[in-house]
């Protein structure tokens, strides 16, 4: 990648005791182990760019688009569940409560 990148959020993967991990920036996401190899062939790729990203109990991570909020697999990267909305905003925090 050339120029700046805009990190997201870096994801602990379950059942690898803390060593893989999911790194979300731009519009994509890879997993690595806590060495800086890669562990999956896999790219997690957005349908747009997140403002927000975060880690769901669910193993899912949301994003947070202009249009739509996508959810992922954590493991898989495979979309689950879009939510279109009208109101574009920029949260300062995207974040789970009481598991909603």
């Not at 120029?3 to 803390?18: C, F, Q, W």
Request: overall charge negative.
């Amino acid at each position: 990648i050339q120029g700046t990148i805009r990190p997201h959020a870096i994801v602990i993967l379950p059942n690898t005791s803390g060593m893989e991990l999911l790194l979300t920036y731009e519009d994509e996401g890879i997993y690595i182990d806590i060495y800086g190899h890669f562990t999956k062939e896999t790219v997690l790729q957005w349908g747009e760019m997140p403002a927000s990203v975060a880690y769901l109990q669910s193993n899912q991570v949301m994003g947070w688009g202009e249009k739509a909020i996508e959810l992922r697999s954590v493991e898989t990267g495979n979309l689950e569940g879009v939510f279109m909305h009208k109101k574009a905003q920029k949260l300062k925090f995207l974040c789970e409560r009481n598991d909603k």
